[in-house]
Nanobody
Framework: QVQLVESGGGLVQAGGSLRLSCAASGGTFSRYVMAWFRQAPGKEREFVTAITNSGSTNYADSVKGRFTISRDNAKNTIYLQMNSLKPEDTAVYHC???????????????????WGQGTQVTVSS
């Protein structure tokens, strides 16, 4: 069983930056595709970005050029650097882990086996 714990959320003004972290425990971290999803009030969960165990990345169009995902396999941690934040980025951000050969298309939430409880990001205008 893998446990995921996010941190780093908070309140920031539009144009600002935040860095989220997701620490994993209880599994073989290097086997997993890791991803960030977000969910705003009244909206469905939305794919943000994913990173494979070899470091390949995939981004939603809405965050390309502003967000960067990275992973540190030695620390069992992934990061989400968010720059040029916009009010529409306001959401609860969840990290997710899925076994590499089972994830399928990265934006498909159903392909991930483990989820963190989330961290709130609020961007004020």
């Amino acid at each position: 069983q893998v446990q995921l714990v996010e941190s780093g959320g908070g309140l920031v003004q539009a144009g600002g930056s935040l860095r989220l972290s997701c620490a994993a425990s209880g599994g073989t971290f290097s086997r997993y595709v890791m991803a960030w999803f977000r969910q705003a009030p009244g909206k469905e969960r939305e794919f943000v970005t994913a990173i494979t165990n070899s470091g390949s990345t995939n981004y939603a169009d809405s965050v390309k050029g502003r967000f960067t995902i990275s992973r540190d396999n030695a620390k069992n941690t992934i990061y989400l650097q968010m720059n040029s934040l916009k009010p529409e980025d306001t959401a609860v951000y969840h990290c997710a882990a899925g076994v590499d050969y089972r994830v399928g298309p990265y934006p498909n939430a159903g392909g991930y086996d483990y989820w963190g409880q989330g961290t709130q990001v609020t961007v004020s205008s």
